[in-house]
Nanobody, 119 residues
Framework: QVQLVESGGGSVQAGGSLRLSCAAS????????MAWFRQAPGMEREFVAA???????RYEDAVKGRFTISRDNAKNTVYLQMNSLKPEDTAVYYC?????????????WGQGTQVTVSS
């Protein structure tokens, strides 16, 4: 079965950095597009970033220039490097398997990792 396990979340002060990891298993990782989403309290889950099998990248406007998505196919892992964090970045962050790079539907989700940014 497909499993996605996020890690690397935690508490950080505004302006700090975190790197999230999503380890995937049970799928052929190399040919999959992967994505990060986040959900803040009282808000709907929103798209953050995606990376294609050839490492094309796209980002939500709110995180452009601050976040970087990357992947390590040898480790079946996708990362989200988050710099210059703001309190509004506070959310549970989820990784997902995309059907395509520009997918609007996602077949598999992790359980999420909490990111808390204090002012």
């Amino acid at each position: 079965q497909v499993q996605l396990v996020e890690s690397g979340g935690g508490s950080v002060q505004a302006g700090g950095s975190l790197r999230l990891s999503c380890a995937a298993s049970g799928l052929t990782f190399n040919n999959k597009a992967m994505a990060w989403f986040r959900q803040a309290p009282g808000m709907e889950r929103e798209f953050v970033a995606a990376i294609s099998s050839s490492s094309l990248r796209r980002y939500e406007d709110a995180v452009k220039g601050r976040f970087t998505i990357s992947r390590d196919n040898a480790k079946n892992t996708v990362y989200l490097q988050m710099n210059s964090l703001k309190p509004e970045d506070t959310a549970v962050y989820y990784c997902a398997v995309a059907r395509t790079f520009f997918a609007t539907s996602y077949d598999y989700w992790g359980q999420g990792t909490q990111v808390t940014v204090s002012s």
